[in-house]
């Protein structure tokens, strides 16, 4: 079975603290996503990455940055949090595209900005 | 722009019942479909996958694709309580970007 971890189930952190979730994968999958979620919202894109080293802004980057230094790792990063970045994350991570688009998702990270 | 429509609901079904949840995409060259459930809190779940036109089943759950009229649906027979979540309807296109595009889901609620 695939494994998609993330580093915290649930995080408080202040306005302007900057901020770091992980999320590491077992299934050598080449492509890894960050997605946030919130309701009526659906799930956003923020960003992906299709290989190490490598990365692609989803729909909403603005105020975020990521880390792909590992295949099996994939770090979102909030360099200056605000209120507005509260939100459920969900990492996620799917095998080359010309198998399949499947997407495994991790348990998800509650983040509250205070 | 690519689009995934699901009625938000919620939609809800005695137990034991025919649950029965749809989904319209715009993209007419979409290939690959899939349903993930979420329950409330916590992410989501594959449960089926589905790449040719017809019925898919999996235990309780079927689901059934129809590329002419963009449309892929999923049934869940017997419902049960324990079912009670929101279904997301994913649609991806084989060739182009390989990211999925989520609708935003139908809330199932199955009352005893």
């Known amino acids: 079975d695939v494994k998609v971890t993330q580093s915290s189930r649930y995080l408080v952190k202040r306005t302007g603290e900057k901020v770091f979730l992980e999320c590491v994968q077992d299934?050598?999958?080449?492509?890894m996503f960050w997605y946030r979620q919130d309701p009526g919202l659906g799930l956003r894109l923020i960003y992906f990455?299709?290989?190490?080293?490598?990365?692609e802004k989803g729909d909403i980057p603005e105020g975020y940055s990521v880390s792909r230094e590992k295949k099996e790792r994939f770090s979102l990063i909030l360099e200056s949090a605000s209120t507005n970045q509260t939100s459920m994350y969900l990492c996620?991570?799917?095998?080359?595209?010309?198998?399949?688009?499947?997407?495994?998702f991790g348990p998800g990270t509650r983040l509250t900005v205070t | 722009q690519k689009e995934v429509e699901q009625n938000s609901g919620p939609l809800s079904v005695p137990e034991g019942a025919i649950a029965s949840l749809n989904c319209t995409y715009s993209?007419?060259?979409?290939?690959?479909f899939f349903w993930y459930r979420q329950y409330s809190g916590k992410s989501p779940e594959l449960i089926m996958s589905?790449?040719?036109?017809g019925d898919k089943e999996d235990g309780r759950f079927t689901a059934q694709l129809n590329k002419a009229s963009q449309y892929v649906s999923l049934l869940i027979r017997d419902s049960q309580p324990s079912d009670s979540a929101t279904y997301l309807c994913?649609?991806?296109?084989?060739?182009?970007?390989?990211?999925?595009?989520f609708g935003r889901g139908t809330s199932l609620i199955v009352h005893p």
């Open positions: 994913a649609v991806g296109t084989l060739g182009g970007s390989y990211i999925p595009t």
């Open positions: 996620a991570s799917s095998p080359p595209r010309a198998v399949s688009y499947e997407q495994y």
């Open positions: 993209d007419r060259v979409s290939q690959s």
């Open positions: 589905i790449y040719s036109n």
């Open positions: 990455s299709y290989d190490v080293k490598m990365k």
């Open positions: 299934m050598d999958h080449e492509n």
